[in-house]
């Protein structure tokens, strides 16, 4: 059975860089790894995807080693409005899809 | 603007009496789902709908229902709602399946007394 799992939380000031990685012990060979932010009294919004290696945008950068186990999510230089749940989520089968349970960022000035 | 909404964003209701919460994307999305979020335990998901007449099961599909007769519209049914359904409700859609990006709508909240 997939499980996918992330700290509970973390707390950080502004400026500084951000990493939160998540477990992902049973995913899928061709699934991709997705990371979603949300804040309250709204639907999580789509931050950033990868498959292997490295990927970065504008939001974010996220590192999968080659075994794919894991994923660590990067926000560099954070600001108090990257307060928020980040989720990241694989697939356990099919089109099943398995979130874990959540890291609540802090961010402090 | 591309969206999924939702509806109603807030229900209170009482225990055994049906409802049914309304979920619609202007995406022309193959893929739609409904997940519950609840404290300490994250989204999990409830159904999913690969395309118009297909649906299965998600991690928690018990005391639900839904329906995918138009591919713009996937309502959650309950038909006797209990307490532990009490919960924050999120639709969402994608293009395609598995790996393409989700799009969630705003939630509603569901209180069953």
């Known amino acids: 059975l997939a499980k996918t799992t992330q700290p509970i939380s973390m707390d950080s000031y502004e400026g500084q860089e951000v990493n939160i990685t998540c477990s992902h012990n049973?995913?899928?060979?061709?699934?991709?790894i997705t990371w979603y932010q949300q804040f309250p009294s709204q639907g999580p919004r789509f931050i950033i995807q990868?498959?292997?290696t490295k990927v970065t945008n504008e939001v974010a950068s996220l590192f999968i080693p080659a075994d794919r186990k894991s994923s660590t999510l990067s926000l560099p230089r954070v600001s108090l409005s990257d307060t928020a749940v980040y989720y990241c989520?694989?697939?356990?089968?099919?089109?099943?899809?398995?979130f874990g349970a959540g890291t609540i960022l802090r961010v402090k000035s | 603007e591309a969206q999924v909404t939702q509806n109603p964003r807030y229900l209170i209701t009482v225990t055994g009496k049906k409802l049914t919460v309304t979920c619609s994307q202007n995406?022309?999305?193959?893929?739609m789902s409904w997940y519950r979020q609840d404290p300490g335990l994250g989204l999990r998901q409830i159904y999913y709908?690969?395309?118009?007449?297909?649906?299965d099961k998600g991690d928690v599909p018990e005391g639900y229902k839904v329906s995918r007769k138009e591919k713009r519209n996937f309502p959650l049914i309950l038909e006797s709602p209990s307490p532990n359904q009490t919960s924050l409700y999120f639709c969402?859609?994608?293009f395609g399946t598995g790996n393409s990006p989700l799009h969630f709508g705003n939630g509603t909240r569901l209180t069953v007394t």
């Open positions: 969402a859609s994608s």
């Open positions: 049973n995913i899928a060979t061709n699934d991709y």
């Open positions: 990868g498959y292997k």
């Open positions: 989520l694989s697939r356990e089968y099919g089109n099943k899809l398995v």
């Open positions: 995406m022309n999305h193959e893929y």
């Open positions: 709908s690969m395309n118009v007449e297909v649906t």
